[in-house]
């Protein structure tokens, strides 16, 4: 395959795709292997996944680091084997007395800095393998609890035992084991039975496309466009940028945290830089250094 384009694209995931599928669809429309995704989707999931192209999918894991916003529908009653609509029963208790003010409670306590176990069916590795293959292979999985932050965990709306929720939390956080959570804290069980992200950091739904309309028009956000939408800015004189191509630490300006853009005076990307331990440093530098004149 040929080099293709660097840049963005923010996908709306259909429901039946793995992320994946998506990323192996952008291949061949961009004509480059050199594609993948900030943060994966499970196969039921819908909604924004990020899909960097060429030089861009440098920026992936700095993205996959942002928080998310989740719109998703909570079934009490039913507990699955994957913690979501895709498993197995494995127990199901009669959910219809459970109150609007023992739901707000219990919710409450998800909300925060809190200890997570992963879902056993999940991508997390286990001695160098995925979570999800040991389960498949019929061996018992128990992963430690990690912490993650959910800032939002709001109930929207109840149809009978069904929960519409909203949800924004940090990456590493998932929506199945708050649903499984919470059928637990109010002692009936619980599953994820639709899930939709909704943002990824500064990229929302609102700029996502289909996989038709990514098929009928292959454009990409290129990188200079991406790096500004998802990032701060910060512009700096030929100099600076050339000082960062070339990888050197910088004096501390009074950036704010995380990854920043810095950009040349003519708009273009030349690296994600970081301000820590005292000094200006490049994260990712897209730009090549310029090349020595030995004439």
Sequence with gaps: M??????????????GWTSHDVVARVRRLAGTRRVGHAGTLDPMATGVLVVGVGRATRLLGHLAAHDKDYDATIRLGVVTTTDDAEGEVLSTADASNVGDGAVDVAMAALTGDIEQVPSAVSAVKVDGVRAYAKVRAGEEVKLAPRRVHVARFELRERRGVDLDVGVTCTTGTYIRALARDLGRALGVGAHLTALR??????????QARTVDQVEESFTVLPLSDAVAAAFPRWDVDTETARRIALGQRLA????????????????????????????????????????????
């Design 197 to 206: 992200r909704t943002r990824v950091g500064g990229i929302t739904l609102d």
């Design 252 to 295: 501390p300006v009074g950036l704010a945290a995380g990854p920043i853009g810095a950009f040349t005076p003519d708009g273009s990307v030349v690296a994600l830089v970081e301000e820590r331990d005292g000094a200006v440093r490049p994260v990712v530098v897209f730009t090549p250094p310029p090349t020595r004149d030995i004439s």
């Design 2 to 15: 040929t080099d293709g384009p660097d840049g963005l694209l923010v996908v709306d995931k259909p429901s």
